[in-house]
């Protein structure tokens, strides 16, 4: 889970963190 939020955070940046940040809550 960590590795794949700092890839999503990395490459996707705002537009991902958001979708992120919604799956892990």
């Known amino acids: ?3 794949r939020q ?3 955070y990395g490459k996707g ?3 991902k963190s ?3 940040q919604n ?3």
Do not use: H
Request: cysteine-free; overall charge neutral; charged content about 0%.
């Open 18 to 20: 958001t979708t992120s």
């Open 1 to 3: 889970m960590a590795l």
């Open 13 to 15: 940046g705002i537009g």
């Open 6 to 8: 700092i890839a999503f």
């Open 23 to 25: 799956t892990l809550a």
